[in-house]
């Protein structure tokens, strides 16, 4: 058994290091000031105070170039209160007829004319707070972390908006308690930054201006929110959540049927400016939209996204640890599901928990989180503990440097558990490299874990580095992942690998072109398994080229080269029954794939994507599509179908995978939504209804009627079925 140095580990990560410290870019500055009445919020900005605020415009295009002044422009004022903090837009535009896809809260910024504003209010540039409104009213909210590029929209506080609209432009006034928000007490200053998509007229323009190879929520370019006299303490106030769920279902595989009334709840409670405790007894996720089926034709697991509540406020302190391809040390999604007798993924109830979160200084952030699941005997599966804690620590002017511990323990007697899985423990330390302008970005980590006698090696690695210019983007990626290592509470795809990544992409920015933007490069991936001799067994090596139109289209072009070494037979159809491929034996194939999108901004929209190739020692065809129609404001409707042909020669099977998917989405108002999507699956063998109504009755509070049906495709015969009713009431005191 051959390992892989630490030491080499550490060179290269330490070789491919290269930081340029260069200004912080921060162009403009604004004066909110201070009032001492709530204005009347009404989206018409016509109180006195908002003619004496001082104005911020001169807005910049980002989209479709990053060197013009805005056709349409944009202005906007701040004011605040001791309590409220209040932002009046006026957005011209080119008529009326502005772009709203939905009346449904959260709504998709890139779909909707919208004036969305970030708030770092804790002035790090790594995490901020983000507000978004469209020209009907409809708001979103939520929290960017990793410097501006990963964002979070499940997040939910309680704020108003209100929009007036007129033939040549739109006016908009939002109102932000400032307990909705976490802020230093005297803060006198934060980095803020305003910015617009308007759909209607393929333009997208913020107040400080952002390169286009950088994404246009970078928390790197901001301006500076400046305060007449400094905010008072930052309290959210005591919540509770309570909830009551009314539940049935039947299993038709077991013809097994169960009724349920649920009690549960959360509380949220202010321990400091920064610092919130959130508790959870007996949670309950039933009303949460449901995944999207996938087809798989790889060796390896597939990440999900999380969408549960409790999970999402400063999510970033927990998830964004290791690499999201390769080691992820704590995935939330693993908390709540168990495999049963014979590996089904089932529910597995949580009885409770606690998560401590925030900041403890403005350079030291802390994150603790603690779960007990629930015991289930009878289908094997025992009561554990889930917990991680996390102290993340900024250094430079955004990088950061984080420490974590994860452990998942049980401390039951159960004869039907493995003394192997009685726990399981991961430490490590995290680097996140980000400069000032962004152009230089990285991730570093050393990553161990522990189990019952075994806690020699078990390591985890990367080191990978972004060069991103304005013209040049260059990437080398190093990762190291031990046989032995473990993240039972984590996403591990594949083990025993050193991995190598590099990648160099040029960009172009053509003028008086159809083209906004586009690029080519050339992706080169390997991987080595350390426990065969380093034997080579895995790559691809990919040429593509993207281009982004005026009109918002998009076109991607590429070929790929791909070598697979088999360690084991495989049968990439799964047929019950079929031939698998053999094992210890090379495969090399060569697949073209192309896509396209269309301008979002029209009312119908459609979507192609087709790859044509080999595939092991045979052949692969895939098509897909989709189609969408906007009844703006009020419905959407969408319907895709993929489908992947593959062909290989005699004794293996061939399969034909069928993949559909319908949605519709219904808001009779700004508080009552209908959502049913339809999924269709013949390698999954199933055929899913989920369907949700929601009334939102009071600020977070609301009724969900929530209905599923699924079905077996072969004989088309019920699979599972249910239906429940589910109240939550947000109850600040």
């Given at each position: ?287 949460v939209e449901v995944d999207d089926i996938f087809t798989n034709l790889t060796r390896f697991e597939i990440q999900l ?429």
């Amino acid at each position: 058994m051959h390992k892989l140095p630490l030491r080499l580990v550490f060179v290269l990560m330490f070789l491919s290091v290269s930081t340029v410290l260069t200004a912080q870019n921060s162009y403009k500055n604004i004066t909110a000031k201070y009032v001492e009445q709530d204005i009347v919020l009404d989206g018409k900005l016509d109180e006195a105070v908002w003619q004496e605020a001082e104005t911020g415009q001169d807005f910049v295009q980002f989209f479709p170039t990053d060197s013009l002044a805005a056709n349409y422009g944009t202005s906007f004022k701040v004011i605040y209160t001791d309590t409220h903090l209040y932002i009046g837009v006026r957005a011209e535009t080119e008529n009326g007829n502005t772009v709203v896809s939905s009346l449904r809260r959260d709504f998709r910024g890139t779909t909707n004319d919208n004036i969305s504003v970030l708030f770092d209010t804790f002035n790090d540039a790594t995490t901020a707070f983000f507000f978004g409104v469209t020209p009907y009213g409809v708001r979103r909210e939520g929290l960017t972390t990793e410097g501006g590029t990963a964002f979070n929209a499940t997040w939910d506080i309680k704020w108003k908006a209100e929009a007036q609209r007129f033939d040549d432009h739109y006016t908009v006034e939002m109102a932000i308690p400032f307990t909705s928000l976490k802020f230093i007490e005297g803060a006198t200053s934060w980095r803020f930054r305003c910015y617009r998509w308007n759909i209607q007229s393929n333009e997208q323009t913020t107040w400080i201006q952002v390169p286009q190879n950088q994404s246009l929520a970078s928390l790197a370019y901001m301006g500076t929110l400046n305060f007449e006299k400094p905010l008072g303490r930052s309290r959210t106030p005591f919540a509770l959540i309570p909830y009551i769920n009314a539940l049935a279902n039947k299993d038709y595989a077991t013809n097994e049927a169960d009724q349920q009334f649920k009690v549960g709840g959360d509380a949220k409670i202010a321990v400091s400016d920064a610092m919130n405790l959130d508790l959870t007894v007996n949670p309950d996720f039933s009303n949460v939209e449901v995944d999207d089926i996938f087809t798989n034709l790889t060796r390896f697991e597939i990440q999900l996204p999380e969408r549960r509540q409790f999970f999402i406020d400063n999510n970033d302190l927990f998830a964004n640890y290791g690499s999201s391809r390769d080691n992820i040390p704590f995935f939330s999604r693993r908390i709540g599901l168990a495999r049963d007798t014979v590996g089904n993924l089932i529910e597995n109830r949580i009885i409770g928990g606690a998560r401590l979160s925030g900041k403890l200084d403005p350079t030291w952030r802390l994150g603790f989180l603690n779960l007990q699941t629930a015991e289930d005997t009878q289908n094997e599966i025992s009561s554990f503990n889930n917990m991680m804690l996390a102290f993340q620590k900024k250094v430079f002017s955004r990088s950061n440097l984080g420490f974590f511990w994860v452990n998942k323990q049980t401390f039951a007697e159960d004869e039907f558990l493995d003394p192997n899985d009685r726990y399981n423990r991961v430490i490590g330390i995290d680097y996140d490299l980000a400069s000032p302008d962004n152009v230089w970005r990285g991730n570093f980590f050393v990553h161990k874990s522990f189990q019952p006698g075994d806690s020699g090696g078990n390591f985890a690695a990367q080191s990978i580095l972004f060069y991103d210019a304005r013209d040049w983007r260059f990437v080398a990626d190093f990762v190291y992942v031990d046989e032995e290592y473990r993240a039972d509470l984590g996403f591990v795809p594949r083990k025993d690998i050193f991995k190598t990544g590099q990648s160099a992409t040029r960009r172009w920015y053509p003028k008086e072109s159809a083209l906004s933007n586009h690029e080519a490069g050339l992706l080169v991936v390997n991987f080595w398994r350390p426990n065969l001799d380093f034997k080579h067994t895995d790559h691809f090596y990919r040429l593509f080229w993207n281009g982004a139109f005026t009109n918002q289209s998009n076109l991607e072009v590429q070929l790929q080269q791909n070598f697979i070494f088999l360690t084991a037979d495989f049968d990439p159809t799964r047929t019950e029954g079929a031939t698998p491929l053999p094992g210890n034996q090379d495969y090399y194939f060569t697949q073209a794939t192309v896509n396209y999108t269309s301008n979002p901004s029209k009312l119908f929209t459609y979507g192609v994507n087709t790859s044509v190739g080999e595939f092991f020692n045979g052949e692969q065809y895939s098509v897909g599509g989709q189609i969408g129609y906007r009844f703006q404001p009020w419905a959407n409707m969408t319907l895709g179908v993929n489908y992947d042909g593959i062909r290989l020669p005699d004794p293996y099977a061939n399969a034909d995978f069928w993949l559909v998917t319908a949605r519709t989405e219904v808001t009779f108002s700004k508080s009552i939504f209908w959502n049913t999507t339809i999924q269709y699956s013949n390698q999954r063998d199933n055929f899913g209804i989920n369907s949700r109504l929601q009334w939102r009755f009071a600020p977070l509070s609301d009724l969900f009627l929530v209905y599923n049906d699924n079905y077996f495709t072969e004989e088309f015969a019920p699979r599972f079925r249910s239906i429940n009713l589910k109240l939550t009431y947000w109850l600040n005191i």
